[in-house]
T-cell receptor, first 112, second 114 residues
Framework: AQSVTQLDSQVPVFEEAPVELRCNYS??????LFWYVQYPNQGLQLLLK??????LVESINGFEAEFNKSQTSFHLRKPSVHISDTAEYFC??????????FGAGTTVTVRA | DAGVIQSPRHEVTEMGQEVTLRCKPI?????LFWYRQTMMRGLELLIY????????DSGMPEDRFSAKMPNASFSTLKIQPSEPRDSAVYFC????????????FGPGTRLLVL
């Protein structure tokens, strides 16, 4: 079984500053890794995912995450955040059964 | 595409009443998932279906919860009788067949049991 730990529950950050959200997972088998974003009163939307190949994956809105197998991590970064990035971010892992196990979430609050 | 559709979006009911949540997955998707989100427990997978067949219902909290998928375009999650501790946001998600495919989430049903 897989499990996910998101090390920060709340991350306040100023607009245009960088942000990093940490995610560690535990699994004894090959994994697929995901970051989802949830805006207030909405469902979850996929931000980016790692399946195989290049360990650095990027989203269309400037986020990137790097899969580090030796450290079992999949941290999410953005070099310059906007007010509109205020949301809750979930890291998730799945194996070949396609079930997703989610972390507890990290709330990012961007301030002007 | 309309995305995953859930109804109702909000439901307020009294303890002991039956509650039925509905989900229409994205057309062509063959897997469907029901999740529950609470502050205390985060996101929990309740049950998932593959080709309309329940594959894993180990997350269903107790016998008061039941889920069905009579066809590829419709699923229900029923709680009978409901209790205040069932108050949560319930999400439905669907996924296409294939390696690495993404789960797409609906907007959720916010349930409050008084």
């Amino acid at each position: 079984a897989q499990s996910v730990t998101q090390l920060d529950s709340q991350v306040p950050v100023f607009e245009e500053a960088p942000v990093e959200l940490r995610c560690n997972y535990s699994s004894s088998v090959s994994v697929y890794l995901f970051w989802y974003v949830q805006y207030p009163n909405q469902g979850l939307q996929l931000l980016l995912k790692y399946l195989s190949g290049s360990t650095l994956v990027e989203s269309i809105n400037g986020f990137e995450a790097e899969f580090n197998k030796s450290q079992t991590s999949f941290h999410l970064r953005k070099p310059s955040v906007h007010i509109s990035d205020t949301a809750e971010y979930f890291c998730a892992v799945s194996g070949d059964d396609y079930k997703l196990s989610f972390g507890a979430g990290t709330t990012v609050t961007v301030r002007a | 595409d309309a995305g995953v559709i859930q109804s109702p979006r909000h439901e307020v009911t009294e303890m002991g009443q039956e509650v039925t949540l509905r989900c229409k997955p994205i057309s062509g998707h063959n897997s469907l998932f029901w999740y529950r989100q609470t502050m205390m427990r985060g996101l929990e997978l309740l049950i998932y279906f593959n080709n309309n067949v329940p594959i894993d219902d180990s997350g269903m909290p107790e016998d008061r919860f039941s889920a069905k998928m009579p066809n590829a375009s419709f699923s229900t999650l029923k709680i009978q009788p409901s209790e205040p501790r069932d108050s949560a946001v319930y999400f439905c998600a669907s996924r296409a067949r294939g390696w690495g495919e993404t789960q797409y989430f609906g907007p959720g049903t916010r349930l409050l049991v008084l």
